[in-house]
């Protein structure tokens, strides 16, 4: 959800940081292109330590980045005109947040299949891929319908990220508490629809 926390209210987003609406784009710009390259790094990264380490990298990138986007969008001033003063300085500590969230995509693409292998047997592996991949598109469109309706200018910015960073939070207890990597037959200890419950709010 944290990648389109600006890119659905270009105009808010320009105030706040006194930028062009072209420089708006540097966000979806930058989390691929720092994402995809991570990804080859994440896919061996993941499969030589696990499930769940991979799962802390992941939630440990994220929250960092997403803490620095919330930072960067907190500061919030008036001139006595009651005109909104941008914050151009803040600009560069977005970015450095969205880059570290894009690393953390490289892992939420990766993990899917490799959950899907450890935690699942071969009749349940189709639909837990399944399902964890939507969760990815799901987090995706609830963010691109909740950013307009939050934000209606930059003073909003601040509630729109702090709204975002609320599942990352509800994710760290989780991340942090797997049971194992799942490597069978532990899977067969833990019932379907636990496993399903933990991956879902991982990737969401």
Known sequence: MGWLTFAPVPTATVLYFGITTNQVDLFSMIYMGVG???????????????????????????????????GSVAFIEFDENNEF??????????????????????FVGVLPTLMASRWFEDK???????????????????????????????????????WFALPVLAAIPIAFFIPSDGILPCPKTIPFFNRLRYCNFLYL
């Open 36 to 70: 995809l390259p991570a990804g080859f790094f994440a896919i061996w990264i993941s499969d030589g330590i696990g499930f769940r380490k991979a799962s802390w990298i992941t939630i440990i990138f994220y929250f960092v980045g997403a803490s620095l986007r919330v």
């Open 85 to 106: 003063l941008p914050c151009e300085k803040c600009f560069p500590v977005a970015l450095i947040g969205t880059a570290l969230m894009g690393t953390s995509q490289a």
């Open 124 to 162: 349940e592996r189709l639909l837990a891929n399944s399902l964890a991949s939507l969760s990815i598109c799901i987090g995706l469109m609830l963010a691109s319908i909740a950013a307009p309706l939050i934000t209606k200018g930059p003073e909003d910015l601040f509630l729109e990220s702090i």
